[in-house]
């Protein structure tokens, strides 16, 4: 892939067909990670009767979920206060459900969007900006995947297992940057 780049008010960028079929691969597996936790949304009549939807009031056990879906409220992890447990079980079982519309809704642009076989994709600034936050995502959960963290180098020994896609998560940092600089420009 080249630079992203301008023409007018759309983005342009090319990908061969290796790594579309990457970029397609991993954000259909976010995707499909965030569509199985809003399966776990609870089923009450009163939101079925308003419309307003809840979502899971504990957070996910999978540690990208959870860091796809971060608590609303912070508690205090030495003493979390009882009314605090409350507070944030409530916001996230009512904030939930939208963040997951939106995650699952920026994943569907880019597999929109992007071709199966590579090629060029022509984005107008809204889906520009799905693919940033998706990119984003799917940046969040390969790194938790991979435990990288301020000490980690740029490469790992080529022992190491999370050695190549540590490699992916570095291109895909790159995809994200040049795109943010071409719709800055």
């Not at 009031?57 to 999978?62: E, F, Y």
């Not at 050695?163 to 940057?177: A, F, I, K, R």
């Amino acid at each position: 892939m080249k630079k992203w780049s301008r023409d007018g008010d759309i983005v342009v960028g090319r990908f061969d067909r290796q790594e579309a079929a990457v970029v397609r691969g991993l954000v259909s597996q976010i995707q499909d990670m965030l569509l199985a936790r809003a399966e776990e949304a609870p089923q009450d009549e009163l939101s079925e009767l308003t419309g307003i939807r809840t979502g899971p009031s504990t957070a996910p056990d999978d540690p990208i979920l959870g860091r796809l879906l971060p608590d609303f409220h912070r508690l205090d992890d030495d003493a979390p206060d009882p009314g605090d447990l409350d507070s944030a079980a409530a916001l996230r079982s009512l904030h939930e459900p939208e963040l997951l519309d939106i995650k699952t809704g920026v994943a569907g642009v880019v597999l929109d969007t992007c071709p199966p076989d590579g090629g060029e994709v022509r984005l107008r600034p809204d889906e520009a900006e799905a693919w940033l936050a998706s990119l984003n995502d799917v940046r969040l959960a390969l790194g938790t995947a991979l435990d990288v963290n301020d000490e980690m180098p740029e490469e790992l020994p080529p022992d190491d297992p999370r050695s190549p896609h540590l490699g992916v998560y570095h291109w895909l940092t790159w995809v994200q940057e040049t795109l943010v600089e071409a719709v800055m420009s």
